[in-house]
């Protein structure tokens, strides 16, 4: 058991705890400060916005650190919670009265969103000058989508989660559309409509709960669920996988995985890994805390829902990514969103299995190890993708023979694409998948677990493959040229490129120590 701070909890009118707040309160005084400043600020001037953007990020970083040490804090209560109360895991029915708790699962997950915003951040410097995107704009859309995806890993109410998943989607629709080749807009609109539908469906699902619990508040919307009427239960049990339909977009889970490649392919490419990481941390989070807390008296019914979940959405990624022709343009990026899919349903693995746990949190450790293992390396391989087909759409073929133009870049894609398919050097990634082989195997779920380890097979194919091209010897002369034309890297991509490869090294010889920092001691 943790122990909760609630800042005046005997006070009808409530001190807000500013610093349980701050990571994402700074993101968006951040994004205030961007929409200001470009009302003022000259054209040949709007550079520095980028540079308020990623540094407004770093700041909301920092202000994670102070919230590492003791208990976790809660604020916004509606109830008296007595600081020094016993909580369960994950602050639940003794935060059943707070709207916000920064407690270590919140922590992890906005290190993720925000970390991931910032990497976006740097890798867009370029791409804004070069495809001519309205700056502030851009930058004022990319903080206050991450100040949503900040948001909802704390968030304890129902309703908190939607207001924070919608902002963190309303921008990035927006940031889709940017593009003005064309493609932009169809893939802005494919991701919207899909996105709107979700929602409803899910505003329709907390319905139910609400009519059913008598509450929003997650910790007591567990209890209402279990000591329901009888008559009652049909409607709160239609109203729980309603609700679960939005995070289920959110993370790609297929049948919600068909935006994902027309979308990744018409958004600017930072875009693209923004929302394959950032969005699928946002949407697997609230998944998360509405499973494990609000829904808990449901436990067997949703763990399995998400096991087969888990098991179609691995193996429709990984047959759509072997489906993906290398010389055809935007392969790369397209095989990059197929991986994701496959990658969601990996992450699905220890949440389902939390559903056959006592208390669920060793698998919600997986879940957030893994996530943060994914986030490194795949923001990694899309910068690559970035770097080298900044001047057209990239094919996977682009990429033969790149280590003879660009060595490092290509031991860093190659790098990237080893931990994916978990094989050394990229030992991150076989730690990564080792750690929710484990919580499936320990769940009793050994029929998931064969599932997972064919899908790693098939897997290896197309990683592997991509791998060996970029060692080919033979390019061809239209690689020469490209390479030619492209010229050398910028520097805010090689340093950023540089940052994130550093990331992996270092949880790549270490990682014992990320599963106790971020598995074994996350709750």
């Not at 009118?13 to 700074?26: E, G, M, R, Y």
């Not at 102070?66 to 604020?75: D, F, H, K």
Request: glycine share 10%; aromatic share 8%.
């Amino acid at each position: 058991m943790t122990s909760l701070a609630v800042a005046n909890p005997g006070s009808l009118i409530q001190s807000v705890d500013w610093v349980a707040i701050a990571p994402p309160l700074i993101a968006a005084v951040a994004a205030l400060a961007v929409l200001v400043t470009d009302l003022f600020l000259p054209e040949r001037h709007k550079k520095w916005l980028g540079r308020l953007t990623a540094a407004g990020l770093a700041l909301a970083l920092i202000a994670l650190l102070p919230l590492t040490g003791g208990s976790p804090r809660a604020t916004f209560c509606v109830q008296n919670v007595a600081a020094g109360t016993d909580a369960p895991a994950l602050g639940g029915n003794a935060a059943g009265g707070c709207s916000y708790v920064a407690d270590h699962f919140a922590l992890v997950f906005q290190l993720l969103a925000l970390g991931g915003a910032l990497i976006a951040a740097l890798l867009s410097v370029h791409t804004v000058d070069q495809d001519r995107l309205p700056r502030g704009e851009y930058w004022f859309l990319l903080l206050s989508s991450a100040t949503g995806a900040a948001l909802l890993p704390a968030s304890r109410d129902l309703a908190t989660l939607v207001i924070a998943l919608e902002v963190a989607s309303l921008p990035a629709f927006a940031l889709v559309a940017l593009r003005r080749d064309g493609r932009g807009a169809e893939a802005a609109l494919k991701f919207f409509v899909s996105s709107v539908t979700a929602t409803a469906v899910m505003l329709l699902g907390i319905g139910f709960v609400y009519a059913a619990s008598g509450s929003l508040h997650l910790g007591a919307v567990a209890q209402g669920l279990e000591h329901a009427p009888g008559q009652l239960k049909p409607l709160a049990e239609a109203g729980a996988v309603l609700t679960l339909v939005g995070f289920a977009f959110k993370v790609a889970a297929v049948p919600f995985h068909f935006w994902v490649p027309d979308t990744y392919t018409g958004a600017p490419l930072p875009v693209a890994g923004y929302l394959s990481v950032v969005g699928k941390a946002a949407g697997l989070s609230g998944l998360a805390l509405a499973t494990t807390i609000a829904f808990r008296p449901y436990a067997h019914t949703w763990g399995l829902v998400l096991a087969v979940l888990a098991a179609v959405t691995m193996t429709a990624g990984n047959v759509g990514a072997l489906r993906q022709r290398f010389d055809t343009r935007y392969s790369a990026v397209r095989l990059l969103a197929w991986s994701s899919v496959g990658q969601a349903g990996y992450l699905l693995v220890p949440l389902a299995a939390a559903g056959y746990a006592s208390t669920g949190a060793d698998q919600l450790g997986a879940t957030a190890a893994y996530a943060l293992i994914y986030g490194v390396v795949n923001l990694g391989a899309f910068g690559v993708v970035a770097a080298v087909g900044r001047r057209a759409g990239t094919s996977v073929d682009d990429f033969r023979g790149l280590f003879t133009r660009r060595r490092w870049t290509a031991l860093a894609l190659a790098f990237f694409l080893l931990c994916l398919a978990g094989l050394p050097p990229g030992v991150i990634g076989l730690f990564g998948k080792v750690v929710v082989f484990r919580a499936a195997v320990d769940a009793g779920l050994g029929w998931l677990a064969v599932v997972m380890a064919a899908n790693v097979v098939v897997a290896l194919y197309y990683y592997l493959r991509w791998t060996a091209l970029l060692f080919d010897p033979a390019a061809d002369r239209a690689a020469e040229r490209a390479a030619g034309a492209e010229g050398r890297l910028p520097v805010s991509l090689t340093a950023t490129l540089g940052l994130t490869a550093s990331v992996a090294v270092v949880l790549s010889v270490a990682p014992q120590l990320v599963l106790q920092v971020v598995g074994g001691s996350l709750f």
